[in-house]
Structure formats: C-alpha cells, structure tokens
C-alpha cells in the first residue's frame, strides 16, 4: 500500500518486521499493525516518511525514508555544547512535530534521543511508533505503563489515566538532555529513575545559563500535574 512518494533512484531503509508466530501473540500483531497506520497518518517534515508496506505470511515489509544522520542522542554525546542556533532549530523542529502527532491523535509515549534521528541536512525526524497509539474518541484516555524510565511522566508510572501530556513531558525531559549532554538520572536504575520521578518529583539539573524563557518552558513541560503542561500547538508559539 503506498503512503508517500518515492523519486526514481531515490535510496530508502527497509524495516522488517517479523510476526509473531503463535496464537498468543494475536495482541503483537496487532501492535505492529498500528504502528503501520499510525506511520501511514503522518504527512510531516519531521517524522520519518513511511512509502509502502508489503507483506509476507510471516513479515512486514516497511520502505521507509532514510536517515543518514544517526541519533539524536549520538549528536549530543558528540557535541561540546550544542550551538545555540542549532538547538533552537532541534527544539522547534521536535515540536512541530509532535504537535503535528497529537493533531492527527497520536500519542507517541516513547520519546527520547534514541527515537529521534537526523537526515543528511541535519533536521530531526521522530521515528520508531512501536509504542504509539491512536487517541479513541470515546475513551477520555489511556491507561497501562509504557515508555523509558527517566523520560516517562510520572502519571504513568502511577497507573493513572493519561494523554497527550505524557508526550509533552518526555519533550521536556529530552530538551533539558539537549542542553546538559547527560541522560536524565543518570547513574540510577530503572526503579530509582521511577522512585525519583513518581515519590521524590525529582527532574534533572539545568546547567547554568540557561535561558531563563527556555528553563520556564521546560520545567512547564514536566510540571508534576498534567493539566497544568502546554500543548504542543502552545510550545510552537513561545
């Protein structure tokens, strides 16, 4: 099925895509195929471009957009100090994605460095839905724990329902990793990062010199209290 348009010579990535095999796995299955439909909704400068799916009785085929740049995250490690040019086209470009998702009602729930890759021209591109979600129209929100540790809301790890928030609250957390060059709670676990987060409403440092306009946004973004965090269509204004 075509879902983007591909140029004659042009080079792609091909994302394979094994099913599972057991009448167990009828709920995995059903993940990878929403991961396909979400990918399919997306029309966005900024998330990584799904072209066609085929598909075999044992596998997905997913040709995709390819991403020279690596991550994100790689970017970060490599850096000194990000430009302050270069981070604020980062910053714009992650929201304006995002913003784009929850447009289309979808919620992402993983987002991290490592969930962001970068194309020859050094724009950043929001990949890997595996974890993302459709928003049902007649469900208020969602329930069940999802994400990683240290960039997850709090609100998750408490069993509670949630939206969209969860999203602006990981592009928080990754904004302030921008900026520090650190992973968030570094040098704790998963449980201690939970611990932190959920019981101690612990974030990670800002280094200083921040902009204080850029540490407000931020720390408005992982408010504890999801109501009081921007929508996205909000943080593309500021």
Not at 27 to 35: D, S
């Amino acid at each position: 099925v075509a879902a983007g348009k591909l140029k004659a010579g042009q080079e792609v990535a091909i994302k394979v895509m094994k099913k599972p095999s057991s009448r167990s796995a009828v709920e995995r299955l059903q993940m990878l195929r929403a991961e396909v439909e979400i990918l399919r909704s997306m029309n966005h400068p900024n998330v990584v471009t799904l072209y066609e799916v085929f598909e075999s009785q044992t596998k997905l085929y997913l040709v995709m957009e390819l991403l020279t740049g690596g991550e994100l995250f790689d970017r970060i490690a490599e850096c000194g100090k990000l430009d302050e040019e270069v981070a604020r086209r980062y910053f714009w470009q992650m929201a304006s994605a995002l913003a784009h998702c929850h447009e289309r009602s979808v919620y992402h729930r993983d987002l991290k460095p490592e969930n962001m890759l970068l194309d020859a021209s050094d724009a950043v591109k929001i990949a890997d839905f595996g974890l993302s979600r459709f928003f049902q129209q007649d469900v208020a929100s969602m329930t069940g724990q999802v994400g990683t540790p240290g960039w997850t809301a709090p609100e998750v790890f408490r069993h509670q329902t949630y939206d969209h928030k969860v999203d602006v609250y990981s592009f928080g957390i990754v904004l302030a990793e921008c900026l520090s060059r650190e992973k968030p709670y570094a040098g704790m676990d998963a449980m201690q990062a939970i611990f932190a987060t959920v019981y101690r409403n612990k974030r990670p440092a800002l280094p200083e010199g921040t902009p204080p306009p850029l540490e407000k946004l931020i720390k408005a973004c992982w408010d504890a209290e999801p109501k009081k965090r921007p929508p996205m269509n909000k943080v593309l204004d500021t």
